[in-house]
């Protein structure tokens, strides 16, 4: 059983950058693929990034490419998401999530949910 624990999240101006990390217990955190994935109000949860378990891949949203980055760090059982250039519509709630898949962009692809951290982004 894996407990996920999102936090970074904040209120930022357009334009701004945020990091958010997702801490992992309780599995073998090297041995997952990781997601984000995000939730606007009224709106449903959309994939965001994945890494793969490897390290070696990672996927993106088309709006996020550019501006965001996703990175792991397995010694630290740590995934982070580095979000540079903040626009309105980044504002959610974000979420992390880990799957048993070598990599994921299907929120059914993973089975354990963070409580997920707000990102608003002003105008």
């Known amino acids: 059983q894996v407990q996920l624990a999102e936090s970074g999240g904040g209120l930022v101006q357009a334009g701004g950058s945020l990091r958010l990390s997702c801490a992992a217990s309780g599995g073998t955190f090297s041995s997952y693929a990781m997601g984000w994935f995000r939730q606007a109000p009224g709106k449903e949860r959309e994939f965001v990034a994945a890494?793969?378990?490897?390290?070696?891949?990672?996927y993106y949203k088309d709006s996020v490419k550019g501006r965001f980055t996703v990175s792991r760090d397995n010694a630290k059982n740590t995934v982070y998401l580095q979000m540079n250039s903040l626009k309105p519509e980044d504002t959610a709630v974000y979420y992390c999530?880990?799957?048993?898949?070598?990599?994921?962009?299907?929120?059914?692809?993973?089975?354990?949910w963070g409580q997920g951290t707000q990102v608003s982004v002003s105008s």
């Open positions: 999530a880990a799957g048993v898949v070598w990599i994921g962009i299907q929120s059914y692809e993973y089975g354990y």
């Open positions: 890494i793969s378990w490897s390290v070696a891949n990672t």
